[in-house]
């Protein structure tokens, strides 16, 4: 029988209770062995209030460590170069032989496929779960899920998710504001938030500058 893994991608800036919940609706409702995070690289296009993804995946790498079911890859963040799901997705087989993959992330990056590297390869490769959150016309969505279905082939489910009202950039826009972010993303990532002073900032302390860190 084959594995069944998902992989949750998504910039995690910063990783929130929302993502978790998310990944642990998707783990129960497709029966899933596991799920892997992979944050993002650094898009050049998405500087400003941003961290860098040193700690993007450090944060991920603490949300998980509670969850045995949960883990994370640097695969993506490790790459100087633009990361292609198709490429990620591409390691992964090389990686797990005999396994089905799970494809995890919002509504608004699955209805941009068209606009991906390659979308018809991709979802070739693994299945999408698109993760809705509430104030999103499913209606509209799921017509244009259906027309990128025709376009391309593949599966592509759509899965709302409540706890998605969390958002990481109103979680950013707390720390900027200093506005209490408590109980909408776990402890230790608000104290690593805290502790680096992430987000309080137009622009977020680079890599090359980051303060010390015990982890
Ligand atoms: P993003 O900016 O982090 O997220 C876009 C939206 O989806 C946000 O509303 C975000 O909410 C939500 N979201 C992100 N990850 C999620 C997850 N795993 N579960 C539930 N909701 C999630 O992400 P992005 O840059 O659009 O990329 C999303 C994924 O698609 C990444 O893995 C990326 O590599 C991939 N992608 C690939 C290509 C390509 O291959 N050419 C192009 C675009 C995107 P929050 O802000 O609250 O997280």
């Known amino acids: 029988m084959k594995r069944k893994v998902g992989i949750m991608g998504g910039s995690f800036d910063p990783i929130h209770i929302g993502h978790l919940v998310a990944a642990n609706e998707v783990l129960n409702i497709y029966e899933l062995d596991e799920i892997i995070f992979v944050p993002t690289g650094h898009p050049p296009h998405k500087e400003g209030l941003r961290a860098d993804s040193y700690h993007r995946l450090m944060m991920a790498n603490m949300a998980v460590l509670s969850n045995e079911k949960f883990s994370v890859s640097d695969i993506e963040v490790k790459n100087p170069g633009k990361s292609y799901t198709l490429n990620t997705m591409r390691e992964f087989h090389k990686l797990y032989k005999n396994t089905e993959f799970y494809f995890i992330t919002g509504t608004d990056a699955v209805i941009d496929l068209p606009n991906w590297h ?4 991709v979802l070739k490769l693994c299945r999408f779960i698109a993760a809705s959150r509430p104030g999103i016309s499913i209606e509209e969505v799921s017509e244009k899920i259906n027309e990128i279905k025709k376009m ?3 599966n ?5 998710i409540p706890m998605l009202q969390i ?4 979680i950013r826009e707390r720390f900027r504001t200093g506005t209490s972010a408590k109980y909408l993303l776990p402890e230790c990532v608000e104290q690593y938030i ?3 002073g992430l987000y309080r900032e137009e622009k977020c302390p ?3 500058d980051r303060c010390e860190y015990a982890y």
């Open 156 to 160: 592509i489910d759509i899965l709302q």
């Open 206 to 208: 680079r890599n090359e």
């Open 152 to 154: 391309f082939g593949g």
């Open 167 to 170: 958002s990481s950039t109103d």
């Open 194 to 196: 805290i502790k680096n």
């Open 118 to 121: 390659e979308p018809e390869k």
